[in-house]
């Protein structure tokens, strides 16, 4: 039931990042780079079916680059966990106060200067093929903006609390899935995107204080040793998940 738990809540977090004020604006410029589509032909209306479907399969292959890099750091943050096991109480503390000050950064209320120091890691030239659209999501993955680096680094900070390097693999698992599947569907439907994202334009600041919200919670519940009350509340929202777990 806690896995569960834990893996929706790492879902949520992919989806407020992606829905984030870094990520969202630049998802039709990735989209136009990684596909060689014009900016021009995604607004103007559906796109031919052949570059549609290239859109398509780049967007997957971009995601699939920036979830192995995802995945790759959840299993060395559960790997390093692992060997302070005898310190994991005053980690967890430890780790539930850094990520309650991510959450406040994240909402707004208490900005962290090195945070809003924005570095990416740069691709020169247009990628060719279904390759550079993965080196791209690579790319994307060691690129630290300032929304997706705290509700990343909260994840990672959680993942160095689990027991096995499989569940930390699965929790940044579930978090790419939610960062992924939006990506993916943009691309699949772009037309449709433009549309949504001017209405999500004008809901920035909630989206902000939502993403926030969740972390300081999951922050409080680290401090306190509480988690299992998160379990508690899942468990009657959602009584499948009782029977996943």
């Known amino acids: 039931m806690n896995g569960s738990v834990s893996l929706l809540t790492a879902f949520v977090a992919g989806i407020l ?7 969202l604006p630049i998802v039709p410029g990735y989209l136009s780079f990684i596909s060689g589509a014009n900016l021009a032909q995604f607004k103007d209306g559906e796109l ?11 967007s997957l292959f971009f995601v699939l680059g920036f979830s192995t890099v995802f995945v790759a750091l ?14 994991k109480r005053p980690l967890g503390m430890a780790g539930g106060v850094v990520i309650i000050l991510l959450g406040l950064h994240t909402a707004g209320i208490l900005p962290i200067k090195w945070l ?4 990416r890691a ?9 390759v550079g659209a993965y080196v791209v999501g690579l790319a994307f993955a060691f690129g630290w903006t300032p929304c997706i680096g705290p509700i990343l680094g909260a994840i990672l900070l959680y993942a ?8 930390g693999v699965m929790l940044l698992l579930a978090y790419s899935l939610g960062l992924g599947i939006p990506f993916v569907a943009a691309g699949l439907a772009i037309h449709g995107f433009f549309a949504t994202f001017a209405r999500l334009r004008k809901h920035m600041k909630a989206i902000e204080y939502a993403a926030g919200a969740l972390l300081i919670g999951v922050g409080l519940l ?24």
């Open 160 to 167: 160095s609390q689990q027991e096995t390097v499989a569940q």
């Open 222 to 245: 680290l401090v306190t040793d509480r988690l299992t009350v998160l379990a508690i509340y899942f468990s009657k929202l959602f009584p499948s998940l009782a029977r996943i777990g």
């Open 116 to 119: 809003l120091y924005e570095k």
């Open 48 to 58: 031919p079916k052949g570059l549609a479907r290239r859109v398509a399969i780049t």
């Open 74 to 87: 959840g299993a060395a943050a559960t790997w390093i966990g692992y060997y302070l096991q005898q310190y």
């Open 122 to 130: 740069e691709v020169k030239t247009r990628p060719v093929g279904l």
């Open 17 to 23: 990042s992606f829905v984030s004020p870094c990520v």
